[in-house]
């Protein structure tokens, strides 16, 4: 199946651990990004990533941190510093400069 | 700076009503895009349509159409004949001329649709 995959699907995490959501794609796009929605909110962009070893800050990018180690891989790091992590993580692919596809999202909760 | 108003939080209707989902948005740039996503209960964003500042067309695919007005910055979404699947979250949003291979999305707040029988 083509598309892009994260993964965990649900996640929990305890208060000060780092936690990492991983995505792959397979759709041979250059530009990546990982977007955040909380609640009756709508999606804010966290890092994009326009090639491998290149990632940008997008608007809520403290207490997060990515790398672009392949193309088909930009895992997300949510870390101690996120102070209010719980919310649904999309990450999205897009090739041709402005269409952008998403995954199924991943739910994270601080417990 | 860009910016995106849905100004419907939530929709009802009963299957087989017609329903718009407005959008009007705000930019600078001459050159941009505009979108479509459904977002259903399980969670992920599904693309639906993709509109270029400079096509104003307006383009229909099965029971969806659009409505495109630069004159008012608006990028209305229709659905003729309602269905119970149709039951989603409708984002629309709005993509800067881009550098590289990367765009920008600023999303809507969303606009809930809820069709029952």
């Known amino acids: 199946d083509g598309g892009i995959t994260q993964s965990p699907k649900y996640l929990f995490r305890k208060e000060g651990q780092n936690v990492t959501l991983s995505c792959e794609q397979n759709?041979?796009?250059?530009?990546m990004y990982w977007y955040r929605q909380d609640p009756g909110q709508g999606l804010r962009l966290i890092y994009y990533?326009?090639?491998?070893?290149?990632?940008q800050k997008g608007d809520i990018a403290e207490g997060y941190s990515v790398s672009r180690e392949k193309k088909e891989s930009f895992p997300l790091t949510v870390t101690s510093a996120q102070k209010n992590p719980t919310a649904f993580y999309l990450c999205?692919?897009?090739?041709?400069?402005?269409?952008?596809?998403f995954g199924e999202g991943s739910w994270l909760t601080v417990v | 700076a860009q910016k995106v108003t849905q100004a419907q939080t939530e929709i009802s209707v009963v299957e087989k009503e017609d329903v718009t989902l407005d959008c009007v948005y705000e930019?600078?740039?001459?050159?941009?895009?505009l979108f479509w996503y459904k977002q259903p209960p399980s969670g992920e964003l599904v693309f639906l349509i993709r509109?270029?500042?400079?096509?104003?067309q307006n383009e229909i695919s099965g029971r969806y159409s659009w409505n495109f007005q630069k004159s008012t910055s608006s990028f209305n979404f229709t659905i003729t004949a309602s269905q119970v699947v149709d039951s989603a979250v409708y984002f629309c949003a709005l993509s800067e001329e881009w550098t590289g291979t990367a765009s920008k999305l600023t999303f809507g707040t969303g606009t809930r649709l809820q069709v029952t029988l």
């Open positions: 930019t600078r740039d001459t050159t941009y895009y």
């Open positions: 990533s326009q090639i491998v070893n290149d990632f």
């Open positions: 759709l041979n796009h250059d530009a």
């Open positions: 999205a692919s897009g090739g041709d400069g402005n269409t952008i596809y």
């Open positions: 509109r270029n500042s400079f096509d104003e």
